[in-house]
């Protein structure tokens, strides 16, 4: 099976420090719902792993985050892709849970949900977090600039672990989706016509 697995706020939607409390606050980054349509048409399946530490905090409830990925998920049907699972995580940080990313919990959950091994599968973040989690689980970290993005670029730099240091970095969803299905038609012995 082939499966990209992307966080939510930063990737797929605008980010706020304010969070995303309702259905009117999620706004899709331009190109994302195509990107993931693409995903969908080149065979992939796509889940979303986020951390909703809203919840915790009170800031929402489970309604309005049921609501919240019902649009999402929606609008991604309406582009022609298609979102297979998502796992939230809504605890707080200091909690110590592990399912709140950079814990690998909600990897986890992801591979038993669609039965799937989860080495060499793509994760897309905008934070180092999102990262830190993918390589425990042996998957490719992609780092895009949008959302908290460009700051966790510097921070990435600085890590100690090569796979880190080693992650590519893209302007926002579509331009990493192009990239890995580029390399995908590549491995495939397809031709990349970007590449000419």
Known sequence: MKLVILDRDGVINADSENFIKSPDEWVPIPGALDAIARLTAAGYRVAVATNQ?????GLFGLDELEAIHHKMCTQVEDAGGL???????????????????????????????L???????AVIGDSLRD??????RDCAPILVRTGKGTDSERA??????????????????AAAVDALLGASF?????????SH
């Open 186 to 194: 590549a491995a495939n012995g397809a031709i990349d016509e970007r």
């Open 131 to 136: 990262l830190q989690a993918a390589i425990q």
């Open 115 to 121: 039965d799937c091994c989860l080495a060499g599968v």
């Open 83 to 113: 979102i297979s699972a998502i796992f939230y995580c809504p605890h707080l940080p200091d909690e110590h849970c592990t399912c709140r990313k950079p814990a690998p919990g909600m990897l986890d959950a992801i591979a038993r949900e």
């Open 156 to 173: 990435l730099r600085e890590q100690a672990d090569p796979a880190l240091r080693a992650a590519p970095v893209y302007d926002d969803l």
């Open 53 to 57: 530490s809203g919840l915790s905090r």
